[in-house]
């Protein structure tokens, strides 16, 4: 049994989150990420132009991967901000404090709309900001099972 599950998105808080360690595997219900869906930085690109797009892309296509398979299922939830050994949830160790959260929520939601299509109704992000302030927040994308399926990720972003 998933065990965020039940509880309205916006009254999860860090304890939440901390039962999922070492207890709440990922399945088809569920996705961790250490990290938020971010580019590479600049220095970590190929220099050859086309090929560079395309890496600096590759996370956009991650996470409408990720998003469209939730939805053309049973639905799901990507949890970013949490550390993962074997799929098993190890440690809720936030995303930092360089980041500024409503831009992230921002910015993958855009990356959603204009990769996804037909798009996905019902797609919810939450904030979780965690006790120890170096550990920043935790990212939550409810995924809900859509009845628009099914999605694809466009091949042009």
Same mark, same amino acid.
């Given at each position: 049994?998933?065990?965020?599950?039940?509880?309205?998105?916006?009254?999860?808080?860090?304890?939440?989150?901390?039962?999922?360690?070492?207890?709440?595997?990922?399945?088809? #219900?569920?996705? #961790?990420?250490?990290?938020? #869906?971010?580019?590479?930085?600049?220095?970590?690109?190929?220099?050859?132009?086309?090929?560079?797009?395309?890496?600096?892309d590759?996370?956009?296509?991650?996470?409408?991967?990720?998003?469209?398979?939730?939805?053309?299922?049973?639905?799901?939830?990507i949890?970013?901000?949490?550390?993962?050994?074997?799929g098993?949830?190890?440690?809720?160790?936030?995303?930092?404090?360089?980041?500024?959260?409503?831009?992230?929520?921002?910015?993958?939601?855009?990356?959603?709309?204009?990769?996804?299509?037909?798009?996905?109704?019902?797609?919810?992000?939450?904030?979780?900001?965690?006790?120890?302030?170096?550990?920043?927040?935790?990212?939550?994308?409810?995924?809900?099972?859509? #009845?628009?399926?099914?999605?694809?990720?466009?091949?042009?972003?």
């Amino acid at each position: 049994m998933f065990l965020l599950g039940n509880k309205p998105l916006e009254q999860l808080a860090e304890d939440d989150l901390q039962k999922l360690v070492d207890t709440e595997i990922e399945s088809r #219900y569920i996705d #961790y990420k250490e990290k938020i #869906y971010a580019p590479p930085p600049d220095a970590q690109l190929p220099l050859e132009q086309s090929e560079r797009k395309r890496v600096k892309d590759r996370w956009k296509i991650e996470l409408c991967n990720d998003v469209s398979s939730f939805a053309n299922a049973a639905g799901g939830w990507i949890i970013c901000g949490v550390l993962e050994d074997g799929g098993i949830a190890t440690d809720v160790c936030g995303l930092g404090t360089n980041i500024d959260i409503e831009q992230e929520i921002a910015r993958l939601e855009g990356a959603i709309f204009s990769g996804i299509e037909p798009s996905i109704p019902g797609l919810q992000f939450q904030s979780v900001t965690l006790q120890d302030a170096q550990k920043g927040n935790v990212l939550l994308i409810r995924v809900p099972r859509s #009845y628009r399926a099914p999605h694809r990720v466009k091949e042009t972003q």
